[in-house]
């Protein structure tokens, strides 16, 4: 099968769906598809071997410039390559371009116009190219790079598409209006064309199913995936002669509840059991939560706890598996219901168990596999309850770390998740 993967970069950093995207197109290579995964956007980060091609479509600052002036939507081929080219992208989405759901409606709703937007050369050259290639299945990363897929559609009648969702909404939900309600519109129209959606639980395939008005049917349910060889490799060993220490492994946003994991951890030094508990934080951290961030800092540093918690910035492949060594839990205390959670799957890789909120996908991770705990969302006092019980049993704690490490290995890889995917469209083609 001739796959081509779209999968959109998250503006000069790592994230959880470029590191799945990279994986799951891995996987559907070794497993003899012939598979191709293509930026759009702005050029994917990855913290393992990206499989990515040199092209880029959509290429960040030629679209915004085409929805800022119609100059833009008329310059000839070599100047739109120029602006798309994938190291010049990249340079410049790493010191300042965005994908702030706040800033992006206009651009949002043309884009998800396809041909009928101020973008509508972009659609037309990446058509283009996928009629060079004749692909049998076209994977978009998430809905709102799919604006060109009804052209592709009329272009390639045999082709057919996959939309893979998640975290569509999260995007939505935070645009402004009027763009809220065109984008809406135009998610839906789209998702009509579409031949079938990957989700990775039943509640956010519930979800999106309302929200686009499509069929629960044309959805494809595979638990999240990951390609973790190495943090298999990790070994796991019990320690007395370190204090107990919880982790944090997510970007620093208050979406993902930094806050609160910091105000338990304040707590529960307090408590004379737990007073050398450590803590331990890595992940991204854009200049728009650098105050989030020195507020965080601030609190910990006023209850005395300076030399007691650590962070360790973006980290790379090598130091993301020294952090999860270095920590007996991974706690990411979501304020929104997280549709994939794949540091949760990183940490279960290298034997550590999760403390997580019951919303989202967690609760069907758990589930699944029964590899640590679930807290009340949002609750800094069930938050603590759980660190205590899972900090005051460490043997309990670690044997809930080898199962989710076994889970991982058995039922969580990628060539599981790529073979859902061939079961759905090889009996079409």
Avoid at 52 to 73: A, E, I
Avoid at 173 to 197: H, I, M, T
Avoid at 360 to 374: D, I, K, N
Wanted: aromatic share 8%; charged share 20%; net charge neutral.
């Amino acid at each position: 099968m001739r796959v081509v993967y779209l999968t959109a970069g998250a503006a000069g950093m790592v994230c959880g769906s470029c590191l799945h995207d990279n994986s799951l197109a891995r996987a559907l290579s070794r497993r003899g598809n012939d598979a191709v995964l293509v930026p759009v956007y702005t050029p994917i980060l990855t913290d393992q071997q990206n499989v990515s091609q040199p092209q880029l479509f959509y290429g960040g600052l030629n679209v915004y410039l085409q929805q800022l002036s119609p100059v833009f939507r008329w310059l000839p081929k070599w100047s739109d390559a120029f602006l798309s080219s994938p190291r010049l992208v990249g340079w410049i989405a790493s010191r300042a371009m965005g994908t702030s759901a706040n800033n992006l409606g206009a651009l949002t709703v043309s884009m998800l116009r396809g041909e009928q937007g101020n973008q509508r050369k972009e659609a037309q050259r990446l058509t283009e190219w996928l009629s060079s290639l004749a692909p049998d299945l076209v994977i978009f990363s998430n809905l709102l790079i799919a604006g060109s897929l009804p052209a592709i559609q009329h272009t390639l009648p045999k082709c057919k598409s996959l939309v893979v969702l998640q975290g569509d909404d999260i995007f939505y939900n935070n645009l402004v209006e009027p763009y809220r309600s065109a984008a809406l519109s135009e998610l839906r129209r789209l998702a009509q064309v579409a031949d079938r959606f990957l989700v990775h639980s039943r509640d956010y395939l519930h979800r999106m199913s309302q929200l686009l008005q499509v069929s629960e049917s044309k959805f494809l349910l595979s638990p999240l995936s990951i390609d973790a060889d190495d943090l298999l490799a990790i070994e796991v060993e019990a320690s007395e002669s370190k204090p107990p220490t919880i982790g944090y492994l997510a970007r620093l946003t208050p979406d993902k509840g930094l806050h609160y994991l910091v105000d338990a951890f304040i707590q529960l030094t307090r408590v004379e059991q737990y007073s050398k508990v450590r803590l331990e934080i890595a992940g991204w951290l854009g200049k728009q939560y650098l105050p989030y961030w020195d507020e965080q800092r601030t609190k910990l540093s006023r209850a005395g706890l300076e030399s007691q918690f650590r962070y360790w910035g973006t980290i790379n492949r090598e130091e993301k598996k020294k952090f999860l060594a270095s920590i007996d839990l991974l706690s990411v205390p979501t304020s929104y219901a997280d549709p994939k959670g794949l540091f949760a799957l990183e940490a279960m890789a290298a034997g550590v168990p999760y403390l997580l909120p019951s919303h989202g996908a967690f609760p069907e991770l758990h589930e699944m596999a029964a590899a640590g705990q679930l807290h009340t969302p949002e609750s800094v006092t069930d938050l603590i309850v759980k660190l205590t019980d899972m900090l005051g049993h460490p043997e309990r704690t670690r044997q809930l770390g080898l199962a989710g490490r076994e889970y991982v290995r058995t039922q969580a890889t990628s060539d599981r998740e790529a073979e859902v995917i061939e079961r759905s469209f090889c009996s079409e083609l």
